[in-house]
Structure formats: C-alpha cells, structure tokens
C-alpha cells in the first residue's frame, strides 16, 4: 500500500511541475511578421519598428503603449504558439495606430514579465504547458512621409 501512495504522489507531484511550465524562448521577428496569418491580417499602411530599426523622422510621438496578449497553446508548438500570440499583439498595436491618429510603432521591445529585452531581430516569448505570452512596449508615433 505505501509503494502506490509513494507512486501517486510521484505522479501528482511530476504532472504539477509539467504544467507550472514557464520557459522564455526567444523567436524571429521576420519569421512571426511573415506568416500567412500576418501577411492577410496586418496593415501593409502601418509600419513596426523593433528595437533601433531605422526608421523615418518622427512627426508626432503619441505616446508609449503596452500590449500583453496571450494564446492556447494547446496541440501547438511552442514557436507557433508564440507566433499567434506576437500577431495578437501586432493587431493590437494596429488598432491603437488607428486610434491614436498615427502611422506605426517604433521602438518596439519585449516586455514579458517585467523583463526589458530590446533586439532588431527577436522577439521574447513565455510558453507554458496551457498558455504562451508575449508583453511589447512600443511608441505609437506618426512619422514623416517619404
């Protein structure tokens, strides 16, 4: 009797820490912006500029603004769990262009948990065993026309 209790404990115990799962991965920003998904719902109008990408003069800073979206991992990988995520957030930020009277995003940086990670080329991302997030800070600006 003391071996299957010892066994059901091992077994609860092991299944708690597989979903208490919180890893930070790190994924293309070329390679989330350039999924179908992305390419049929983003506004080829608006520009997302990461990290210090170059980009035109500003004319109107709009002001700093957050977004935190999250997504069902479930039957998933991990990547494309985050990539539909990083597309909600991108959404997001479209709308907040559209609201704000501006015409990108720039400046854009991680932000999970607290965690400041600015790059041109990666974006960083929680998977856990139900979920997967992303959190961005970005400046939602108008820029000079070209």
């Known amino acids: 009797m003391?071996?299957?209790?010892?066994?059901?404990l091992a077994l609860v115990l092991a299944s708690g820490s597989a979903l208490a799962r919180d890893d930070r991965n790190r994924y293309s920003i070329e390679e989330a912006m350039n999924t179908a998904a992305a390419q049929e719902?983003?506004?080829r109008g608006y520009t997302f500029r990461?990290?210090?990408?170059?980009?035109?003069?500003?004319?109107?800073?709009?002001?700093?603004?957050m977004?935190?979206?999250?997504?069902?991992?479930?039957?998933?990988?991990?990547?494309?769990?985050?990539?539909?995520?990083f597309l909600s957030a991108m959404l997001s930020y479209q709308d907040r262009i559209a609201k704000e009277g501006g015409n990108a995003v720039i400046n854009l940086r991680s932000y999970y948990k607290k965690n400041d990670f600015?790059?041109?080329?990666?974006?960083?991302?929680?998977n856990g065993a139900l979920m997967a997030g992303?959190?961005?800070?970005?400046?939602?600006?108008?820029l000079q026309a070209p």
């Open 67 to 85: 977004s935190n979206k999250k997504t069902n991992a479930f039957a998933k990988s991990d990547k494309e769990a985050c990539q539909w995520a």
């Open 50 to 65: 990461f990290g210090g990408q170059s980009h035109a003069p500003v004319v109107t800073n709009h002001g700093e603004y």
């Open 41 to 43: 719902k983003l506004n």
């Open 134 to 142: 992303v959190t961005f800070l970005g400046d939602v600006v108008t």
């Open 2 to 8: 003391r071996t299957w209790t010892g066994i059901g």
């Open 118 to 126: 600015t790059s041109d080329t990666e974006f960083e991302c929680g």
